[in-house]
């Protein structure tokens, strides 16, 4: 499992974003892909996650403005953003849940909601 995260930038109050979590790897023995941000000062949380079957999360400050998808033929998770906030500046990390359990980590990808 290898995972490239990008799609981040500065973008003003209410715009949105799309990230990207490519997987390069294999992709056998992974339950769950989630999206997950960490904000300066704060403890990385969970943003959004996607299991196998399609069932999806979200953490209550994002429902309603972010959407996780996947595309299985493209190995790649999306986190589309919307209505964005001041408040969901961060970096933001893509991670899957493999088998083992196995834990695997992207590099993260600052998002800057600014004016």
């Known amino acids: 499992v290898q995972l490239q995260a990008s799609g981040g930038g500065l973008v003003q109050p209410g715009g949105s974003l799309r990230l990207s979590c490519a997987n390069s790897g294999s992709i056998f023995s992974i339950n769950a892909m989630g999206w997950y941000r960490q904000a300066p000062g704060k403890q990385r949380e969970l943003v959004a996650s996607i299991t196998s079957g399609g069932s999806t999360n979200y953490a209550d400050s994002v429902k309603g403005r972010f959407t996780i998808s996947r595309d299985n033929a493209k190995n790649t998770v999306y986190l589309q953003m919307n209505s964005l906030k001041p408040e969901d500046t961060a970096v933001y990390y893509c991670?899957?849940?493999?088998?083992?359990?196995?834990?695997?980590w992207g590099q993260g990808t600052l998002v800057t909601v600014s004016s």
């Open positions: 991670r899957a849940d493999a088998l083992g359990p196995k834990l695997y």
